[in-house]
C-alpha cells in the first residue's frame, strides 16, 4: 500500500511554518495516543503515521529532502516506514507531550525544586460581627515547619553539598519502556530532586526544615464574610533542601449576632411595637451595627411585618467605600396578663370598631363567607 503523503496526513500544506506543523501534529498525537486507544490498531498506525509525518517535516533538512524526492528520498534506511522502528520516540515525544501529559512525558524540565514545595496549612479564625463591619489585626499562633537555620534548609551538613542522585543521576526522572513507547517518571529515590544528601545535616536530619511554633500578625479586612478565604502567600510550611514555602490560608467564621442577621452587605432585625403605638404612631431609636442609634418613625396604622430600610447603614463591601442597608421589620406584639382596667379599655374599643377600622379583617371574611357559599 503507497504510502500517504506527509503534509496530507497532518493536514497541513507545503508552505505551513514550523509551529503549524507541531500544533497539527500534537491534535494528531492527543487524538491516536496508544494510552487512549488502548486496544485499537487503527489509531495505533494512525499514530505511528503521524509520528513519522511529523518525524520528517520537524526537521528543515529532512524537510528539503521530502519536498525535492518525496518519500523516496528515504527508501534507503532513512526516515522512512522501513527504518523508522530505529527512530528515538522517548527524545521526540517528550518535547511534544509535556505540555499535555506532564511528568510522563518530559515532566523533567520542570524545576526541580517544584517537588519540594512546602505544605500550605489552614487556620480556622472566629470574629464577631462588629469586628467584620470594622476589621480587626490579631496575632495568631500555630505549629508549622520552618527552614532550618543550621544549613540554611539545604539539608547538607555545613561545609558540604548534596551529590547527584545514584538512580537518576541527577536528571530527576527515571525512564521505562512500555512495548514501543518510553515513559519518563519521577525519580523515586530522590523524589525528582536529583540530588542524595550524603552528609545530613544534625539540626534537621537531612530535611532542611524542622517543626517549631509561629506567631505571624494578621489584618482582617473590613467588611469579610462568614466563610472568606484569605491567602497569606509564603507563611505555610517551609520547603525542604531549598524548596519554596506554602502558603497560608485563613477561613474566617463570623460568629451569629444577637440583634443583627446579614446577607451579603445587607442587615435585618425585628423590631417589637407595642398595638398602640402601631396604632398611633410612633418614634423609636434602634441600634446600629457601628455602636450608634437611629431614629425612625412609624406611621399611624403600621402593620406587623412592615419594613422600613436605612441606606447605608449595613456592612461595608470588601472593595470600595460602600455600605449595603439596614432593614427594620415592625412586629406588633399583642399585649399579655393584661390587668382589669386594660381590659375594660378593650372591651370598650372592640364594641366601637368597625370595618372601616380593620379593612384587612372585613376582605378576609368576605372571602370566606363567598367560598362557604360556594
Not at 241 to 267: I, M
Amino acid at each position: 500500500m503507497a504510502k500517504r503523503d506527509y503534509y496530507e496526513v497532518l493536514g497541513v500544506n507545503k508552505s505551513a511554518s514550523a509551529e503549524q506543523i507541531k500544533s497539527a501534529y500534537r491534535k494528531l498525537a492527543v487524538k491516536y495516543h496508544p494510552d487512549k486507544n488502548k486496544g485499537d490498531k487503527a489509531a495505533e498506525e494512525k499514530f505511528k503515521e503521524a509520528s513519522e509525518a511529523y518525524h520528517v517535516l520537524s526537521n528543515s533538512e529532512r524537510k528539503q529532502n521530502y519536498d525535492n524526492f518525496g518519500h523516496a528520498a528515504f527508501e534507503n534506511g532513512g526516515g522512512g516506514r522501513s527504518g523508522f522502528g530505529n527512530f528515538d520516540f522517548s527524545n521526540h515525544f517528550s518535547d511534544i507531550f509535556e505540555d499535555f501529559f506532564g511528568e510522563g512525558f518530559g515532566g523533567g524540565r520542570r524545576s526541580r525544586r517544584s517537588n519540594n514545595r512546602g505544605s500550605d496549612l489552614r487556620y480556622d479564625l472566629s470574629i464577631s460581627l462588629e469586628e467584620a463591619f470594622s476589621g480587626k489585626k490579631q496575632d495568631i499562633k500555630f505549629s508549622t515547619s520552618e527552614k532550618c537555620d543550621t544549613c540554611s534548609g539545604s539539608g547538607s551538613k555545613p561545609g558540604h553539598q548534596a551529590g547527584a542522585c545514584s538512580m537518576c543521576g541527577g536528571h530527576g526522572q527515571v525512564r521505562s519502556s512500555q512495548g514501543f513507547f518510553t515513559v519518563q517518571q519521577t525519580c523515586p529515590q530522590c523524589a525528582g530532586a536529583g540530588e542524595e544528601i550524603t552528609h545530613p545535616c544534625s539540626g534537621c536530619n537531612g530535611q532542611g526544615k524542622k517543626q517549631a511554633s509561629k506567631r505571624l500578625s494578621v489584618t482582617i479586612p473590613k467588611g469579610v464574610d462568614d466563610g472568606t478565604r484569605i491567602r497569606l502567600s509564603g507563611k505555610g510550611e517551609a520547603g525542604s533542601r531549598g524548596g519554596s514555602s506554602g502558603d497560608l490560608y485563613l477561613f474566617v467564621n463570623v460568629n451569629s449576632h444577637d440583634l443583627f442577621k446579614r446577607s451579603d452587605e445587607n442587615l435585618f432585625f425585628e423590631c417589637p411595637v407595642s398595638i398602640a403605638d402601631a396604632a398611633l404612631g410612633t418614634s423609636i431609636e434602634i441600634p446600629t451595627i457601628d455602636g450608634g442609634k437611629a431614629k425612625i418613625k412609624i406611621p399611624a396604622g403600621t402593620q406587623s411585618g412592615k419594613q422600613f430600610r436605612l441606606r447605608g447603614k449595613g456592612m461595608p463591601y470588601i472593595r470600595g467605600n460602600d455600605f449595603g442597608d439596614l432593614y427594620v421589620q415592625v412586629n406588633t406584639e399583642v399585649p399579655i396578663s393584661l390587668n382589669k382596667e386594660q381590659k375594660e379599655l378593650l372591651e370598650k374599643f372592640r364594641e366601637i370598631e368597625n370595618d372601616k377600622s380593620n379593612p384587612s379583617i372585613k376582605k378576609f371574611f368576605q372571602k370566606a363567607k363567598s367560598f362557604w357559599k360556594n
